[in-house]
């Protein structure tokens, strides 16, 4: 079976599409033969990215000229793709090409577009607007949660019988270390952006540091890139006079990220809604205590192994950063929780129902 996936996402972003394309593709390589069968993959990359995803025989690096969410998109890559042979095309993020040569399979990872369409700039919004038709047009559609697939429904008007809830999973990277030095340090591992919501961690870390009993209180390390509107955020930590303490790291290398998790005293995700929430999945995976909202698809993947939150409550947040930092016992039953729920995560099995569903649409 021949495979066209469209992973020019990896160069634009490492982080979220761009990790589940790559964690993917090479899962998808690390299947037995037997399981494989005759899979033949050509790597769509961007032509700014020279180094092939995958490193084997079977899977095939082919540099595209077209850049992602570009508005002229749809008509480059239908040019681009004219001469790709492929029986099946798969389009990780969300919108695939509405003229193509054969059927496709889209993944959507979260509608927080749709949910709060007042949290995306104009020119994103004009883009994600498109999900509606790329619904209608794909063969078949994966959802990384049950949570997305009921939005799928719901808001985007799915045809049910096209959807198939496929898990993300940890890379192999993420795993327990030993327990971090005192104080130590809170993570906040996302995107700055305003469905992350921030702030809420912030006003509950400025609450922890005027009432709280914990001192020395650890600093708060924020990592991820600069997303769309992202300045509210950050001036949060101005307003809430938080300089000294918040440490704004920026994006970091994956490579660097488990050493950051495992360091961590606590991670903390207090986003408004998310379609998987891979930065808490990876926190549980190294052993990291996990306090996150009760949003979207963050109780399916942090289950009983974190304390799930509301969204929007800053003094129930301090309460929770304070129970996790002053007692030991609930945090090492954290640490013990996070590894084990984890591993009901793989993307070895992502791998083989993925391919199921490359050879069911193929056929």
């Not at 092939?52 to 793709?81: K, M, S």
């Not at 009921?150 to 795993?175: C, M, N, S, W």
Request: aromatic residues 8%; hydrophobic residues 45%; glycine residues 8%.
């Amino acid at each position: 079976m021949r495979l066209a996936f469209d992973a020019r996402m990896v160069y634009y972003r490492r982080a979220g599409i761009g990790q589940y394309s790559t964690q993917l593709l090479q899962a998808l390589a690390d299947l037995a033969p037997a399981e494989a069968g005759d899979l033949r993959v050509t790597v769509l990359q961007s032509r700014k990215d020279p180094v092939p995803l995958v490193h084997d025989p079977r899977f095939r690096r082919r540099p595209l000229i077209t850049p992602c969410h570009h508005r002229f998109e749809q008509a480059g890559l239908a040019v681009e793709l004219a001469t790709v042979r492929a029986d099946v095309l798969h389009s990780p993020d969300f919108i695939p090409p509405f003229h193509r040569r054969c059927p496709a399979v889209i993944t959507v990872h979260d509608l927080a577009f749709l949910r709060f369409p007042d949290l995306l700039t104009g020119e994103s919004g004009r883009y994600y607007g498109q999900i509606r038709r790329a619904v209608q047009s794909a063969e078949a559609i994966i959802a990384v949660s049950t949570s997305t697939a009921h939005d799928l429904v719901e808001l985007a008007g799915a045809d049910p019988q096209k959807i198939h809830t496929i898990y993300e999973a940890a890379a192999p990277i993420f795993r327990r270390g030993p327990p971090p030095a005192l104080p130590g340090y809170l993570l906040f591992v996302s995107t700055i952006e305003p469905r992350k919501n921030l702030r809420t961690l912030l006003e509950a870390y400025r609450l922890l540091l005027d009432g709280g009993r914990v001192r020395p209180v650890p600093p708060l390390w924020v990592v991820g890139q600069r997303g769309w509107l992202y300045a509210e955020s950050l001036q949060a930590i101005r307003d809430l006079h938080l300089d000294d303490t918040v440490r704004l790291l920026g994006g970091v290398d994956a490579a660097a990220l488990p050493a950051l998790y495992q360091g961590a005293r606590l991670f903390a995700l207090p986003s408004l809604y998310e379609g998987f929430g891979l930065g808490a999945l990876e926190a549980l995976a190294c052993g990291t205590p996990v306090l996150a909202t009760a949003a979207g698809a963050l109780p399916e993947v942090v289950g009983e192994a974190g304390i799930l939150l509301p969204p929007t409550d800053p003094a129930g947040w301090a309460v929770a950063l304070e129970q996790v930092l002053s007692d030991p016992a609930l945090a090492a039953d954290l640490r013990r929780r996070g590894p084990v729920q984890a591993a009901r995560f793989s993307w070895a099995r992502a791998a083989r129902q993925t391919l199921a569903l490359y050879q069911q649409v193929a056929r």
